[in-house]
């Protein structure tokens, strides 16, 4: 069918029609056939003894009984009428391509609405899954003791602790605001070793270093932290708050994200606008 679209011949073939995908709307055979399946399966405005002048597919009058049959349809808008083209046609037909859908549906509605839509469950499988080398397994606990975390028994969540961590405090955001906090700690760098500024800081700002426990949660994010109150209230048992408290940090975080990702598309877009490219050699004064 040349003037059909993708959504008609799904369409076609969620209402069963044979040749679905082979419909030619310039074919007046074609027509018939199909007008004639939808009347006698889905539509059934007549009754069975009523079709047989429709189905008189090579009658000179079948033009005459088919346009006796839209009058029959209480809904339709259309009508034949003399010298039609196959933009009239394809319009008829779907109209009554869409009625029968309807019908179907109509008839069904029940037992449609109950159904729930087949969501594909992706499973993430990381490359670490299939690595359960002693070697892989002692380098990731270094790794942990030197950045100061906990290593799970599974390997997968060891390196997937890792892999967030270092992307998030290692990241160019991360590292930039690093330096501005060193660079107001200390305005003059002649007088001072940054090396060991930064060594000094780390030691006495970086929670990391210093966070083992639930107590030390409280001591950085609860109500009187080091790092400020995260939390905004307690509710009487640490343990619990400290649970929020990492809710909150992540909920944090992920907003911080976001941001920054929205601050470098504003970024790109307000370069884009400032410098605009522009060919003065298409320019035109006067008319």
Not at 173 to 188: G, H, P, Q, R, V
Not at 237 to 266: G, H, P, T
């Amino acid at each position: 069918m040349s003037t059909s679209s993708r959504s008609f011949q799904r369409k076609l073939r969620a209402l069963e029609y044979p040749r679905w995908n082979k419909f030619d709307i310039t074919d007046m055979q074609d027509r018939q056939t199909l007008i004639v399946y939808l009347e006698q399966t889905k539509i059934c405005e007549l009754k069975v003894e009523e079709r047989r002048n429709l189905k008189r597919t090579n009658d000179k009058q079948w033009v005459k009984y088919f346009d006796s049959y839209l009058s029959e349809i209480e809904s339709c808008p259309y009508r034949t009428k003399q010298n039609m083209n196959n933009n009239d046609w394809k319009e008829i037909i779907e109209w009554l391509v869409q009625e029968a859908v309807a019908r179907c549906y109509s008839d069904k509605k029940d037992d449609y609405n109950r159904r729930t839509p087949i969501r594909r469950v992706e499973r993430r499988e990381y490359a670490l899954s299939g690595c359960d080398t002693p070697q892989c397994e002692q380098s990731m606990n270094e790794l942990c003791k030197y950045l100061n975390l906990p290593h799970h028994e599974d390997k997968v969540v060891t390196a997937q602790t890792l892999y967030n961590f270092i992307k998030t405090k290692f990241s160019l955001s991360s590292i930039t605001n690093y330096e501005a906090t060193l660079e107001s700690k200390d305005a003059d760098d002649s007088k001072h070793d940054k090396d060991k500024l930064r060594k000094q800081y780390g030691q006495l700002h970086d929670p990391w270093k210093s966070v083992n426990s639930v107590d030390d949660i409280l001591k950085y994010y609860g109500q009187h932290g080091h790092m400020g109150n995260y939390l905004g209230f307690s509710t009487g048992d640490k343990y619990v708050d400290a649970a929020a408290i990492i809710m909150r940090v992540f909920y944090v975080l992920d907003v911080r994200q976001s941001q920054n990702q929205l601050n470098e598309i504003v970024t790109f877009l307000q370069r884009f606008t400032a410098n605009p490219r522009t060919n003065p050699d298409l320019g035109k004064v006067g008319r």
